[in-house]
């Protein structure tokens, strides 16, 4: 059973960076796509951004310019970063594995999540 | 992209069944049938319980099941359980450069 955990801060000050730290158990992350996603209080989810271990990512454009994310796979972890954060970017965080199978049986879904970590902008 | 349409709050008595709507636009949910479907207890991580529309994932009860018509896909629990309180959220691929689009959660409360 594939397990994530997100960790970090809890609060960032406005203008900083947030980072964030997903550590993967009971699987590789090697050969799957990952996710980052948000929810903020009383909206819906909104998918920031994914990455494959290869390096390859791909990032929602509302944020684009604002994301980075890489994986260490020595040690079975993703990482996210938001820049120049805002009282906006106060939200829930969390890090899916993404299934993209185009075409195919597995279709596109998001299959193993981790509970979340509360990051709160705030002076 | 705006976020999918989920009705705020759904209730049932045990043993009924219910229906979450999930209302989208012809570029994601009338578009694709990947659309999926998410089990969330707060606090909790969210679990998958529907893929590609009305496929369940290894160990997902067959109470739950979906369907899609034009740019409105559907939930349904049948045999409501105590157990199935919490909140649900559907996801949709899209063809916008934001790649996903969530839905806005629907409490599910049994009576």
């Known amino acids: 059973q594939v397990h994530l955990q997100e960790s970090g801060p809890g609060l960032v000050k406005p203008s900083e960076t947030l980072s964030l730290i997903c550590t993967v158990s009971?699987?590789?992350?090697?050969?799957?796509?990952w996710s980052w996603i948000r929810q903020s209080a009383g909206k819906a989810l909104e998918w920031i951004g994914r990455?494959?271990?290869?390096?390859?990512?791909y990032n929602n454009p509302s944020l684009n310019s604002r994301v980075t994310m890489s994986v260490d796979t020595s040690k079975n972890q993703l990482s996210l970063r938001l820049t120049s954060v805002t009282a906006a970017d106060t939200a829930v965080y969390y890090c899916a594995r993404t299934i993209l199978d185009f075409g195919g049986t597995s279709g596109v879904s998001f299959d193993y999540w981790g509970q979340g970590a509360l990051v709160t902008v705030s002076s | 992209q705006s976020a999918l349409t989920q009705p705020a709050s759904v209730s049932g008595s045990p043993g009924q069944s219910i229906t979450i709507s999930c209302t989208g636009t012809s570029s994601d949910v009338g578009r694709y049938n990947y659309v999926s479907w998410y089990q969330h207890h707060p606090g909790k991580a969210p679990k998958l319980i529907l893929y590609n529309v009305n496929n369940r994932p290894s160990g997902i009860s067959i109470r739950f099941s979906g369907s899609k018509s034009g740019n409105t896909a559907s939930l349904t629990i049948s045999g409501l359980q105590a157990e199935d309180e919490a909140d649900y959220f559907c996801g949709s691929y899209t063809s916008s450069s934001t790649s996903f689009v969530f839905g806005t959660e629907t409490k599910i409360t049994v009576l």
């Open positions: 009971g699987g590789s992350i090697s050969n799957s796509y």
């Open positions: 990455i494959y271990p290869s390096g390859s990512t």
